[in-house]
């Protein structure tokens, strides 16, 4: 007996052809991927198109380009297999309710990590393998469930939200004040002592940075004593709770350092930033029962 009425079934060789041709806008990048060869490709996608009844891709001497079907019937088909690789890998995978993170490093190893057993006590059904990167990920592709970012929040058709707002102010050792603390009592004192530069802090001008600051504090003319310089703010912190100068802390990075006196806060002169730290996560996962128990934890925490 027939399953489903006599309905012709999909062709998947063909749609799985068809997906990745278009993807890489090639028969042989698609090939490679698929372990088939270019003309096994070029035939399945002819027997699509048979099927459809209308042409995929314009094909060209050297290139392949989609037809105005085919630019509509990528992306879905796209979407379709990747839910069904994700459906086959959670029948299969015994811990395919394990939460993959991706964090910005600095976020990542001062707010993040030492939070986290918090959420195993909370939810231990669901381990958490956590990821420090800078670079955004591709939901689609990368694996990746859930990602914390420091930036504008504008992340295109992906849902957001905000974990914690950002300012910025000087930070220091107890001992590094108490060494330095004829300078220290006001800011142009930081001409005097070592500037812990954290290089992120350039990539654009509106961010919080040692020259915005001092014009916020009023310094005329910042000064700028060479100091060490890091590419992530998390080892210009650990820098300065070891001693080596003074750093641009910013919140909520700073919070556990302040509240343990690994760093103190100098001046009231803070920096809100542009910037903000957000939860994001592709819109059509986000009721998923391992995504919405980090959300809800993560949002709980940082409100806490």
Known sequence: MAGRSGARAAPLNALRSFEAAARHRSFVAAATELGVTASAISVQIKRLEARLGRPLFERGHRSVELTPVGERLAPALGALFLELDRLLTEVVDPVADAIQISAMPSFATRWLAPRLAGFAGRRPSYPVRLVGEDALVDFDRDGVDIGL????????????????????????????????????????????????????????????????????????????????????????????????????????????????????????????????????????RLREPKIRAFRDWILDEARG
């Open 149 to 284: 970012r420091y930036g504008p929040g504008d992340y295109g058709p992906l849902h957001v939200e905000r974990i914690a707002a950002a300012e910025a102010f000087p930070v220091c050792s107890p001992g590094f004040l108490a060494k330095h603390a004829d300078r220290l009592s006001d800011p142009a004192g930081l001409a005097g002592v070592p500037l812990l530069i954290d290089e992120t802090s350039l990539r654009s001008p509106d961010l919080p940075s040692w020259p915005n600051w001092f014009a916020a504090a009023g310094v005329g003319q910042a000064p700028a004593r060479p100091g060490p310089q890091f590419d992530s703010l998390h080892m210009a912190l650990a820098a300065a709770v070891g001693g080596q100068g003074v750093a641009l802390g910013l919140t909520p990075l700073v919070d556990a350092d302040l509240a343990s006196g690994a760093l103190v806060r100098l001046f009231d002169t803070a920096l809100p930033s542009p910037y903000a730290f957000w939860f994001v996560c592709r819109r059509d």
